[in-house]
């Protein structure tokens, strides 16, 4: 290979013929490839291209890469696919929010068969940062604020991507990111810097990228931040020490869109030509759409600048990505416009979607057990933006999303309700403003009825990337509109579409009934109405606090104690704000069902853990309600004394339960020294002998109870 030919390699650009969501589905000839891109595929400048979409239209491509270009290397093909393609599952915030690890690596496996067969090899997901900050728009990718529980779904994403093999027609390669703490940007200011201890970089915020590398991920993407001044796309203690040396991670790594020229911008390189070179020493393997790579690393190897070995081991990366995937056997893999047909949008992939979908949604609050509502014999007035919306149920990061095939909150009530015309729809404001007439129509629709269900939250594009926002709150329009519907005195259910937490306020907050419905995807609708309705017992868990107020954030559960806490003997001159107490509304864990379970006393196998062995602990927990249910059992933990500082909880466990009414189980958990141990001052992972108290419970602030010792080694 010449120096020309390497650059490419390490070079990836969008794919502008097949980028449009018009694009038509299953062509039966691909687009037709235009010059600029033919030009850059037979002179081998580009590793392959993303965002594109279509069997037929990749063939096209390939065939000039591997017929016409002189190496005849073979193209890669990736997208942004977080959360399904055409059929979209919830957002990947909602999904964690079922605590079903099992449920993740399926959605994950059939966004992988749908892509695949749409002429993909590559995803740039799943997002694993940990969002601790709700202001952050980005927190609706990632899996919540606990690194446990955003451990756990990375893996279980990485296994149902890339599936049994990575040559398999099906097997999309995972591409974790992004490397590293992008969220923990400063006051949730998407590309914002970030300023961090070692500690809560090794204890938060790196511990799902390694879940997800263990799991089989060869690709990672750098993030757009800084860290402690070092912008991660020149950070090579990071991208190199810890990742290649002492991980040991052999597969390549890609930079976020134009993150390598960036480093001008953040003022670490004096021109692109010393950010190419900043980036590849750091350990950026593939720059993306900025083509630095290909404009700079000859002239820096020619000129001494660069050694050659550094680019000779980038291009071995990729090369042997390409040839694990089983792209030099078998180039034309997942290129099969009759698979396309197969495997888009099928009946097997809603039936997902759908279970996706309610497993996702959490019921937060139901006085007087107001749901779920009756088939039959009441009036419904539905209002709200979202009532009769497809426009904004796919969520951030959905742009191939259908909403013409996609089944709006309307929709999916009428089909459930036994008589339709006990169903109105009244709009009442928009997303962000108002109607007019809206607000009087709403009130006169509520009036005539015997229940309000409230559709209402964030529009789509007010979540995801570039969307942050200062006052996490349900936007002005809508709150004006439940104000007003509130005073009418009906029972209220609000569905919150939001891509976070939200504070909520006034007459939304204190509705009868919250359910938080995230954005579900394309089954929405159905997922919906099997809860409205009682055909599904909710069982979501928040993997996010609902704090009371935006001014809380950044809030989350793990947080460690002060020297000054909270507690019973009053306000003054403790951890708090003046105008609300250091908790959250809805704290991380919580959810309801349409039964109630009574948690009985963790049992521990011992009163001490010995150095290497393990402790057991039982809970039994029963159904007390009437109907069956799934409940979310949670194991906590809590370092009583330590070298530094810990957590008032850590998230350790978890097992989700079904039982139907006055039926009992026995959840199980263990526990060992490596569970215990923690980022210490020495810059070392490592436990210490001491007390320790321990929680089998539904939420990270409720439950009993015990102690346990962990004895010196």
């Not at 017929?67 to 193209?75: A, G, H, Q, Y």
């Not at 991507?161 to 590293?180: I, M, R, W």
Request: net charge neutral.
């Amino acid at each position: 290979m010449n120096l020309q030919e390497k650059a490419g390699q390490l070079s990836i650009f969008s794919d502008m013929t097949r980028l449009t969501p018009k694009t038509q589905i299953n062509p039966e000839a691909g687009p037709p490839v235009d010059d600029n891109l033919a030009k850059r595929v037979r002179e081998g400048r580009l590793i392959g291209v993303f965002n594109g979409f279509g069997a037929a239209g990749a063939r096209a491509i390939q065939r000039i890469a591997v017929e016409e270009s002189r190496l005849k290397i073979p193209l890669i093909f990736g997208a942004d696919v977080l959360h399904g393609l055409y059929t979209v599952f919830p957002i990947p915030l909602g999904e964690a929010a079922s605590f079903d690890l099992q449920l993740a690596e399926r959605t994950a496996r059939a966004a992988a068969i749908e892509s695949t067969a749409n002429g993909l090899h590559w995803t740039f997901a799943p997002m694993v940062d940990i969002g601790r900050d709700q202001r952050w728009g980005r927190v609706a990718e990632g899996s919540g604020e606990d690194p446990f529980l955003g451990s756990a779904l990375a893996a279980a994403r990485v296994r149902g991507f890339q599936g049994k093999s990575l040559t398999d027609e099906d097997s999309l390669l995972a591409c974790p990111k992004h490397f590293v703490a992008y969220g923990a940007a400063m006051g949730g200011m998407d590309y914002n810097t970030v300023e961090m201890s070692e500690q809560t970089l090794h204890e938060v915020y790196l511990p799902p990228f390694k879940a997800a590398f263990d799991a089989g991920a060869l690709s990672t993407m750098s993030s757009f931040n800084d860290i402690n001044g070092v912008p991660m796309s020149a950070n090579r203690e990071l991208m190199t020490g810890l990742l290649r040396e002492q991980w040991k991670f052999r597969g390549m790594v890609v930079s976020d869109y134009t993150a390598d020229k960036e480093l001008v911008m953040h003022g670490v390189a004096k021109d692109d030509r010393e950010a190419a070179r900043l980036a590849i020493l750091a350990g950026v393997d593939i720059s993306m759409q900025s083509d630095l790579y290909n404009l700079y690393l000859p002239d820096l190897v020619t000129s001494g600048d660069l050694p050659m070995a550094v680019v000779d081991e980038s291009v071995r990366r990729v090369l042997r990505t390409k040839h694990l995937l089983g792209l030099f056997d078998n180039p034309y893999r997942s290129l099969n416009p009759e698979v396309e047909k197969q495997n888009t949008m099928t009946p097997q992939l809603r039936a997902i979607a759908r279970e996706s979908a309610r497993a996702s949604i959490v019921l937060l609050k139901n006085e007087d057990n107001l749901l779920p509502l009756p088939k039959s014999g009441r009036k419904i007035a539905l209002i709200g933006p979202f009532a009769n919306d497809t426009l904004n149920l796919a969520g951030p990061w959905a742009p191939w999303a259908k909403p013409d095939h996609d089944v709006s909150v309307e929709q999916g009530m009428r089909a459930a309700l036994a008589d339709k015309s006990l169903l109105t729809v009244t709009l009442g404001s928009r997303i962000e403003k108002p109607i007019d007439g809206g607000i009087d129509a709403a009130v006169a629709a509520a009036r005539a009825a015997d229940v309000v269900v409230l559709a209402i939250g964030e529009g789509q594009d007010m979540s995801g990337e570039a969307q942050s926002r200062t006052q996490i709150i349900v936007p002005a329009p809508q709150q004006h509109l439940v104000e007003a519907v509130a005073k009418v005195g009906k029972p209220l259910v609000v569905l919150l579409r939001n891509g976070r937490a939200l504070a909520l306020e006034g007459a939304v907050r204190e509705a009868q009934a919250i359910v938080t419905t995230w954005f579900l995807g394309t089954e929405t609708g159905s997922a919906i109405a099997d809860v409205l309705f009682g055909d599904y017992s909710p069982s979501g868990r928040l993997p996010v606090s609902f704090p009371q107020d935006s001014g809380q954030q950044p809030y989350f559960y793990n947080r460690r104690t002060t020297g000054r806490p909270q507690g019973d003997e009053g306000p003054a001159f403790k951890a708090r704000y003046r105008e609300v107490s250091n908790e959250a509304l809805y704290s991380f864990g919580h959810g309801l069902t349409y039964s109630r379970f009574e948690y009985g006393r963790p049992q521990l196998s011992a009163e001490s853990l010995a150095w290497n062995a393990t402790l057991t602990i039982t809970a039994k927990i029963t159904n007390i309600g009437e109907r069956e249910a799934e409940e979310v059992a949670q194991l906590y933990i809590r370092d009583r004394a330590a070298s530094m500082t810990r957590p008032i909880r850590e998230l350790k466990g978890f097992k989700k339960v079904r039982l139907p009414p006055g039926a009992s189980t026995e959840v199980q958990f263990t526990l060992t020294r490596r569970q215990l141990a923690f980022y210490n001052s020495q810059m070392q992972w490592g436990a210490e002998p001491g007390e320790f108290d321990v929680w089998v419970s539904p939420s990270a602030t409720t439950g009993v109870s015990e102690r346990f010792e962990l004895k010196a080694g």
